[in-house]
């Protein structure tokens, strides 16, 4: 099968007819080419071939094998269309980035993870004369209908899409009738045409587990998710936290639990409610360093030599964490790894068609230590 250069002319490996054409004369031989011939060549109606190029629903039902037959006579005949969208269509791989974010991220761009996760993806993108961009979408919206869809799906000159946020069926569906692969960042994504790159967030929590048992704490305090949330991320940290406390002989008590947004208020709201409690805990889990960094700063507005009175744990590895007096020790979760991988593969995968199964990709995590953890008393 013929593939298209930078320019968007085909090439092979075999002589091809317009392979020597000037761009002037391959205008030309274009021009000669009517959706007859395509029809006649591909062995399907004129309709449907109208039907594809135009991406439009002509109450004519075209198979996903008939389109990528009716595309691939189109390349080998040389069929170049005028419209750009047309062409994305039909050479998929020249068309452009995109990184469809959540609206239930709070603070979207300005959450320090996806803010890590963005610039990652920007420096990652091969040709810096087409940046990817960046769109919102609804986890929960009914995107079915074409004038529904996000505007970067609408406009029909974008081909390699990755998404950070819940994937919303609806709309990796109407990408996957496309013929068109997407590449979920941080979330399992079990959907046909999905590759999902996930970091290992059991054993990110295990890690940390682990880290502070080894100091000798024995009575820990867990600043967890919503209550009852069954967000893949907060299931997948809980499982680290039970396979953490299990392995080292911990019992798992509700009070030694608190829930909540995992925001910074959150992380001040748990170490509250934590130093209320007796025994109070010697160390903290926090699920985010944002929470993290909420229970820092409210143990040293009540005094607390961190760590010698209390150690404290995030899981993220944000810019802030670092800065932070005393610095948190915390578990790198791999934002910028995920969106170099993501850009990569995405790049790959839109050359090689659309897969019915889904894909997943488990990334390392690792645990930082700074000095927001000490031994026990």
């Known amino acids: 099968m013929n593939v298209p250069n930078e320019a968007g002319l085909p090439r092979s490996d075999e002589p091809d007819p317009g392979e020597h054409r000037t761009p002037r004369q391959f205008s030309d031989l274009q021009k000669t080419i009517t959706m007859a011939q395509i029809a006649k060549a591909a062995g399907v109606s004129q309709g449907a071939i109208s039907s594809l190029l135009n991406d439009r629903d002509y109450g004519i039902r075209v198979s996903e094998k008939t389109r990528e037959r009716v595309f691939k006579v189109c390349r080998e005949m040389g069929y170049i269309p005028n419209d750009l969208r047309a062409v994305v269509r039909m050479y998929p791989e020249l068309g452009d980035f995109c990184l469809l974010l959540s609206t239930t991220i709070e603070g979207g761009l300005l959450d320090p993870f996806v803010h890590r996760l963005v610039a990652a993806a920007m420096a990652a993108v091969p040709d810096t004369s087409h940046p990817i961009s960046l769109a919102y979408y609804d986890e929960a919206q009914d995107y079915s209908a074409a004038g529904a869809q996000p505007h970067p799906v609408r406009v029909g000159t974008y081909s390699k899409f990755l998404v950070h946020g819940l994937p919303n069926p609806t709309l990796v569906d109407a990408l996957f009738r496309r013929g068109l692969p997407v590449i979920s960042l941080g979330y399992d994504a079990p959907l046909p045409g999905v590759t999902s790159i996930v970091p290992d967030y059991a054993h990110a929590s295990f890690l940390a587990i682990e880290h502070l048992v080894k100091l000798g704490h024995l009575h820990l305090g867990i600043i967890s998710g919503p209550f009852g949330s069954t967000h893949p991320k907060i299931l997948e940290l809980n499982h680290g936290v039970s396979l953490g406390c299990e392995q080292f002989g911990l019992p798992i008590e509700t ?94 995968l839109v050359s090689l068609g659309v897969s019915e199964t889904p894909h997943k990709t488990l990334l390392p995590v690792g645990l930082v230590t700074r000095s927001s953890t000490g031994p026990a008393k």
Do not use: W
């Not at 889990?285 to 150690?311: C, H, K, N, T, V």
């Open 255 to 348: 009070q030694q639990i608190v829930y909540g947004d995992l925001s910074e208020n959150a992380g001040r709201a748990a170490l509250e409610e934590f130093l209320a409690r007796k025994p109070a805990p010697s160390a903290i889990f926090a699920m985010s360093d944002r929470a993290a960094l909420g229970a820092l700063s409210l143990a040293r507005e009540r005094g607390l030599q961190i760590p010698s009175d209390l150690s404290i744990v995030g899981c993220s590895d944000d810019p802030a964490s670092p800065t932070a007096h005393p610095q948190l020790t915390t578990i790198h979760l791999p934002a910028e790894e995920m969106a170099q991988l993501g850009i990569r593969d995405i790049d790959r």
